[in-house]
Each structure stands twice: as structure tokens, then as C-alpha cells.
């Protein structure tokens, strides 16, 4: 069973860092490519960016060019994302998407808050 | 980049009716391949988002027959017949045919 296991909620004060985890299992974690998503509280979603565990190659929306880091560990099947300078603006869930043609299977989400 | 409008943000239904939810694209979700590269995602509280469609029209394992993608080019939709109370949820369309994917607005389904 492929499953997405994301890290637990994050309180980051403004101006600072956070990384988020999203461990993978049940599938080779090379195979696929895995994506980010954003979704501030009570709006839509919006697409970070992916990054493809074999060779570590990253794309980004251009939107999120200096937000975001995303890296992946292969030792651990696990994929990470930094989000730095933080503001109110970056108060959101955050999921990891496996991807293929579509975004197959999601984590479960990961809360980051945004408070001094 | 693709612009994906789901027009009405939220739709209210009763048991057992059939509702669609369309999701209009700036430009066509054709590629070459012949594959429209549109998806349809369920977001309900408590559970993770679910993957219902891809290629506009094909269902993921383990979706009900009473989900059906259809449409083409700019105007894909999904029709839910014979609603249940577990359809209660958020309804997202994914375009990957272009980066950045951009998905639509959201339409919440709701029952009356």
C-alpha cells in the first residue's frame, strides 16, 4: 500500500525556517516524482513545485523560486521541503503529491503556522 | 499559465440526485499523445485528498462507478450520479500539462 507519511504541525516565527518531512513507502521511491502543494487556510490549492528523487532534479513555480528548497533522501525514502524568510502569508498546509501524469496518492498534510 | 475556473464554489444536493461540477481551462488539456492531462481530486475532513479522475476520464482504482469524468479540450466536467452522504466534500481539477500545474478553485458540495 503506498502511503505518504508527513511530518506533524510547525510553529515558525516570522523570519525563520521550517522543513517538512514526507516519508514514502510501499513503492520505490525512485520510480516517481513528488510534488508539493499548498493550501492556505480556507483557499484552494497551489502547486510548489516537484522534485525527482533519482537524480534529485527540482522544478518550482516560479511564484515559490525563493521560498522553497525541496530535497529528498533516498536512504530513507523521504522527501523534504524548507520554506524560509517565513511570513503570515506562508500560514497554510503544506502536502507531498506522488505524481505520474496526476497526482496519484497525497500525504495527509502538514500545518505550518506563522506566529511571534 | 493555464487558468482553471471551477464556477460555482459550492453546489447543494440531496441523496441520490446526479450533479456535475465543471471546471473550465483557459486553453485545451489535449496533448499530442492524445491524453488530456486534467484530473479530479475529493478532499473530505479528517481524510486524505483522493485522486477520483485522470485523463479527464479514467477512473482510479477503487472509484465508484457513480463518478464520471467527461468533456474535452477546455471544458472538462464531473458528474457524480446517485450522490451518497460520504460525496459530501471539496472537488478540485488538476491540469499537468503545462507548468506551473494549476489546479481550480475548489467547488464544495453540500447537501441541502
Known amino acids: 500500500e503506498v502511503q505518504l507519511q508527513q511530518s506533524g504541525p510547525e510553529v515558525g516565527r516570522p523570519g525563520s525556517s521550517v522543513k517538512l518531512s514526507c516519508k514514502a513507502s510501499g513503492y520505490t521511491f525512485t520510480d516517481y516524482v513528488l510534488n508539493w502543494v499548498k493550501q492556505s487556510p480556507g483557499q484552494g490549492l497551489e502547486w510548489i513545485g516537484w522534485i525527482d528523487p533519482e537524480y534529485g532534479s527540482t522544478d518550482y513555480a516560479e511564484k515559490f523560486k525563493k521560498k522553497a528548497t525541496l530535497t529528498a533522501d533516498t536512504s530513507s525514502s523521504t522527501a523534504y521541503i524548507q520554506l524560509s524568510s517565513l511570513t503570515s502569508e506562508d ?22 503556522t506563522v506566529s511571534s | 499559465q493555464i487558468t482553471l475556473t471551477q464556477q460555482a464554489e459550492s453546489l447543494w444536493v440531496s441523496p441520490g440526485e446526479k450533479v456535475s461540477i465543471t471546471c473550465r481551462a483557459s486553453q485545451s488539456l489535449l496533448y499530442t499523445d492524445g491524453k488530456h492531462y486534467l ?10 485528498t483522493k485522486a477520483l479522475i485522470y485523463h479527464a476520464s479514467i477512473r482510479t482504482d477503487g472509484v465508484p462507478t457513480r463518478f464520471i469524468g467527461s468533456g474535452s479540450g477546455t471544458d472538462p466536467t464531473l458528474s457524480i450520479e446517485d450522490v451518497q452522504p460520504e460525496d459530501i466534500a471539496l472537488y478540485y481539477c488538476l491540469q499537468t500539462l503545462k507548468k506551473p500545474s494549476t489546479f481550480g478553485g475548489g467547488t464544495k458540495l453540500e447537501l441541502k
Open chain 2, 39 to 48: 484530473s479530479w481530486y475529493q478532499q473530505r475532513p479528517g481524510q486524505t
Open chain 1, 91 to 112: 500560514t497554510a498546509t503544506y502536502f507531498c503529491a506522488r505524481s505520474w501524469d496526476w497526482f496519484a496518492y497525497w500525504g495527509q498534510g502538514t500545518l505550518v
